[in-house]
């Protein structure tokens, strides 16, 4: 499986991170490419509980994310599948001296293989799930800070 790991850190309390992230009404506003949230289950953000959310028409189609573990102010890890890959992702926050670090971490394998697949993978997949990841936890961070309300910090 191939990996992808990127951490920033932005003002504002774990807490806060965690209400931001965990509400998924503002997903469309800063997950990249997810168009519209389908369906949430009612358990969400705990273990068991699911999210299906659909793309624009260049992007994954329709994505499910099942929680397998959640722990409070720590993080969260998902089960997530797509019609191209199958993985896990994972986001945890930290305290960090200006606020709080999110990381975000997704592994994955392609679902549809040829020999050619690890150098595809290697030269292009790989490069285009870190740049996913890069901007969802930019835009995440403009929602946080946006959530925050001004003179608040």
Request: glycine content about 10%.
């Amino acid at each position: 499986m191939a990996k992808v790991r990127l951490s920033r850190e932005f003002p504002g309390s774990v807490h806060e991170a965690e209400v931001c992230w965990y509400d998924t009404a503002s997903w469309p506003g800063w997950v990249n490419g997810l168009r519209r949230v389908i369906e949430v289950g009612p358990e969400w953000p705990r273990a068991g509980s699911e999210v299906v959310w659909e793309s624009g028409p260049a992007g994954r189609g329709r994505v499910r994310e099942r929680v397998i573990a959640y722990e409070p102010r720590r993080g969260q890890t998902l089960e997530v599948e797509d019609d191209s890959i199958t993985g896990t992702q994972a986001v945890a926050f930290a305290p960090a001296d200006d606020g709080v670090e999110v990381t975000l971490a997704l592994q994955y394998a392609i679902k549809r293989r040829s020999p050619l697949t690890p150098l595809v993978d290697l030269l292009f997949v790989r490069r285009a799930m870190g740049a996913s990841l890069a901007k969802t936890l930019a835009a995440f961070g403009a929602r946080l800070e946006e959530s925050r309300g001004p003179g608040v910090g």
